[in-house]
């Protein structure tokens, strides 16, 4: 019976690294849309958006199944849920890539500005990777890196919105555009927030604490 339980655990690991990488993709590619105005990799953003929501509710049924059929110890419960808030944050990741992709389709961003968001979606992308990282290693060490670098992704939409204050006073004509870019920098800031989620549930199936303390 446990060793059912473990290759189903497995398989969780698995789809929880392949729901992984389409959120990775998602932000990459809608990135790349914005930055070279490429309409056909927007649209394939949205498809990818719809491969992550499937993802979801595939992970949810076998989370359930794991539940209600193996009888899982507490700390089994514990990696259970907290998959199960993770793939929730995953999902939004996916639906923030591709508001990116939508807004990409309208704005030509220049050269200066194409540096900001790039290092802002570099490090999103980072802090995905390494929380889903942390969770299949079961590494805690990993998911508080992963939580004090959201830091640096605030310092980044915080130098973006500095710099487009200040392009709307000089050029006030160009007020759509820097709204647009702020909402684009505003989506990468709250990925990196659904990654720090991610590795604070991270945190609560290895530990039993969340952001410190009990639930």
Known sequence: ??????????????????????????????????????????????????????????????????????????????????????????????DQASDIAEISEFISVNEDDKRLIGDMSNAAIRMVTRSIDSFVRRDIELAYDVIEADDAVDGLFDRVKNVLITTISN?????????????????????????????EWVEFSITGLYKGEPL
Request: proline content about 2%; aromatic content about 4%; charged content about 30%.
């Open 1 to 94: 019976m446990r060793s059912k339980f473990d290759e189903q655990l497995e398989l969780l690991n698995v789809e929880l690294i392949k729901m992984g990488s389409l959120c990775e993709d998602a932000i990459s590619s809608a990135v790349r849309a914005l930055l070279e105005n490429d309409r056909k990799l927007a649209q394939d953003v949205f498809l990818i958006d719809g491969e992550i929501d499937q993802m979801e509710r595939d992970i949810e049924s076998l989370c359930m199944k794991l539940l209600l059929q193996q009888q899982p110890v507490a700390s089994d419960l514990r990696l259970i849920s907290s998959a199960i808030k993770m793939i929730s944050d995953m999902e939004r990741i996916g």
């Open 171 to 199: 050029f006030p004509d160009r007020g759509g555009y820097c709204l647009d870019l702020l909402m684009i920098a505003k989506y990468l800031e709250r990925i990196g927030d659904h990654a720090t989620n991610i590795a």
